[in-house]
DNA sequence: CAGCGCTCGTTCACATGTTCACAAAGTCGC
DNA sequence: GCGACTTTGTGAACATGTGAACGAGCGCTG
């Protein structure tokens, strides 16, 4: 076999990489087999020549005058995120957030099954959500070894986070979804992705702040000097679409 | 007043300011009054010098030899976000997420507040969720300007986000928060942040994937030419902690 | 089978973001 | 008040990511 042909692809591609892969899956679904990298970028909301540049990091073959199979492509984009083989994961902390994500289908489609979740609660352990019933959290690491957890997925109050993701990780889990508005403190080896919703709402409300204050200062300066405030201002958006955000 | 004082604070900067919020709020509950860039940097899992970059493009004021004052640097990243005043919400389609959300009582204290809940699902319409009602999707456009929505948050079924996308901006609302695994088109001055669960998944199973890959081609190449694969490997974490990846 | 048009893959210049390193500016002890 | 020590604020080097431009390769057509 060939497997380690190419190296270093950027962290930016790789966050992309989902996103072309519901793409073309929705592009098979309509049963397009072809598609350019023009096609593919709109679709995407990006821009062509970044899809072009971040498929050719994993060697795939477009052909040029024509574009790229989707199905092919779909096998390679899926190889390459691991996609072909299932990705046992655990909840830890089954309230509000932890019970909506076990409940949630749309995972098990791409490889993800919650094969646990646990939670400290007494009161709840025992209770059914989605096709699980909830453990008690004493049985975490038991339950990773078991079921050869992979991913860990934290969604228990801020405090007990660090807690949660240090028996995670102890019991061999490299890889962690952290929705409590904590710093986790782990080894290096463990990747910890942190999806926070305040944060994002923050943002959001800091670029409101700003246009406030940027109308402001506009209608206060009415017409001095240049004219300026109308003219220069609406270049928040360079694009002809709107300003997009995702996982860095 | 002194307003516009400092311009074009990058986009990274604006991510890690809700950071820093959470930690000084910590520090605050611990009775610090005075925190240095190091403390901060250490707590907010970042580098020191990062720290003072982001804090210097608004101008604020640590002291040389001692740090900076915590009440007085939050006020100053409070009022940088905007956390000064209350940023009304509303939250469209209230299933597993959407009423795990409206049921959240987080957003409430960083002066984010979920004023209506809709859903299209008329079985809904009328059920209680954490303080609210469920309105029919509907009113949304008639909810928007009652409450004066600043932002939507967006947890309708993939196919239904486009729709309501648009039925807020042209309600007026030009922050979304997206939840949907949906590529958003909405004119240019909206700004969308998607938060995509199962993207982050994908991000977390390429890496394990590529772990998986190196591991094996080591053990398959066993000591030809140098000690590398040991020795070089493990190279994937430079820092002393956990990689960490949050919303860009 | 040669010419033509299309689209990939790559290169290059630029923009954004990170880290280092150090002078300037303050505090604190004496 | 002065000198030693600490920590900020920032300039400059480096790293990563983006977007435009263009040559090279492929399929189609006549
Ligand atoms: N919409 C949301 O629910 C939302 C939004 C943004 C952020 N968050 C964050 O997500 C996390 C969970 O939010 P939530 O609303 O689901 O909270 P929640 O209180 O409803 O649920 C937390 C659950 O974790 C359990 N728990 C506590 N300590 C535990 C431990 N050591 N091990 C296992 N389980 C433990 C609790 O018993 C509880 O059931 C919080 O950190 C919150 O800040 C939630
Ligand atoms: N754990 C999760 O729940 C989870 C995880 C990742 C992604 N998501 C995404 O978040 C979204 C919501 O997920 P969910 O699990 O809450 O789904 P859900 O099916 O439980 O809820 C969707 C709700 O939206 C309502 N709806 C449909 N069309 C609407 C419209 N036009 N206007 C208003 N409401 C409408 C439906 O009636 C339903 O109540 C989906 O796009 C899903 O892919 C959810």
């Excluded at 902390?93 to 995972?107: E, Y």
């Excluded at 943002?203 to 409101?208: D, M, P, S, T």
């Excluded at 300066?221 to 240049?226: F, S, V, Y």
């Excluded at 300026?228 to 201002?233: E, F, L, M, S």
Aim: charged share 25%; glycine share 6%; aromatic share 4%.
């Amino acid at each position: 076999m060939s497997p380690a042909r190419r190296r270093v692809i950027p962290e930016a591609t790789i966050a992309r990489l989902p996103v072309y892969h519901r793409c073309l899956l929705q592009m098979q679904a309509e049963e397009r087999s072809k598609a350019s990298s023009e096609q593919l970028a709109e679709m995407a909301g990006v821009n062509a020549a970044k899809v072009r540049k971040d498929l050719s990091y994993f060697g795939s073959y477009g052909t040029r005058g024509v574009g790229y199979g989707v199905d092919h492509l779909l096998v390679e984009i899926r190889r390459e995120l691991g996609l072909t083989h299932d990705w046992p994961c655990v909840i830890v902390g089954a309230g509000n957030l932890g019970s909506a994500l076990a409940k949630f289908a749309g995972f098990s489609d791409r490889g993800f099954s919650v094969v646990a979740v646990v939670d400290i609660d007494p009161a709840r352990v025992g209770e059914q959500v989605g096709e699980l019933v909830i453990q008690h959290e004493e049985r975490l690491a038991e339950l990773v070894l078991e079921h050869a957890v992979v991913i860990g997925i934290i969604t228990t109050p801020p405090a007990a986070a660090q807690e949660a993701a240090d028996t995670l990780t102890q019991a061999g889990v490299r890889s962690i979804l952290n929705f409590a508005p904590t710093v986790l403190d782990l080894p290096a080896d463990v990747l910890v992705r942190d999806v926070d919703v305040a944060v994002e709402l923050q943002i959001l409300a800091f670029h409101e702040e700003r246009r406030a204050a940027a109308k402001a200062s506009a209608t206060a300066a009415a017409k001095p000097a240049t004219a300026k405030p109308a003219a220069t201002k609406p270049a928040t958006g360079k694009q002809v679409t709107a300003k997009r955000a995702t996982a860095s």
